[in-house]
């Protein structure tokens, strides 16, 4: 069982950064690849980012690339999702996800433990 828990969210105006931390639970936490994914009010749960276990290889969604850089710090069992340049586009409830492979994944049923989510509400 891991536990993940989101903080870092909030209200900011269009253009500006906000910076999301995942904090998880389980000693093994460098086994799990971790990724973050939002949910907009009416609309599907969307992969943003995820990163491999050794932090070595990333991955992200066409829509944040070059704005979003995701992170770990596997010492102190945190993933970091870095998130500049943001957009009204980019509101939603934002969630952090471990999946329990080798290789990076972006699909929503790959990954077995979900966080609570962390609300991002970007004015323009």
């Known amino acids: 069982q891991v536990q993940l828990v989101e903080s870092g969210g909030g209200l900011v105006q269009a253009g500006g950064s906000l910076r999301l931390s995942c904090a998880a639970s389980?000693?093994?936490?460098?086994?799990?690849?971790m990724g973050w994914f939002r949910q907009a009010p009416g609309k599907e749960r969307e992969f943003v980012a995820a990163?491999?276990?050794?932090?070595?290889?990333?991955d992200y969604a066409d829509s944040v690339a070059g704005r979003f850089t995701i992170s770990r710090d596997n010492a102190r069992m945190t993933t970091i999702l870095q998130m500049n340049s943001l957009k009204p586009e980019d509101t939603a409830l934002y969630y952090c996800?471990?999946?329990?492979?080798?290789?990076?994944?972006?699909?929503?049923?790959?990954?077995?433990?979900w966080g609570q989510g962390t609300q991002v509400t970007v004015s323009s």
């Open positions: 389980k000693r093994t936490f460098s086994a799990y690849v």
């Open positions: 996800a471990a999946a329990p492979y080798v290789i990076i994944t972006n699909r929503v049923s790959d990954y077995k433990y």
């Open positions: 990163i491999s276990g050794s932090g070595g290889t990333t």
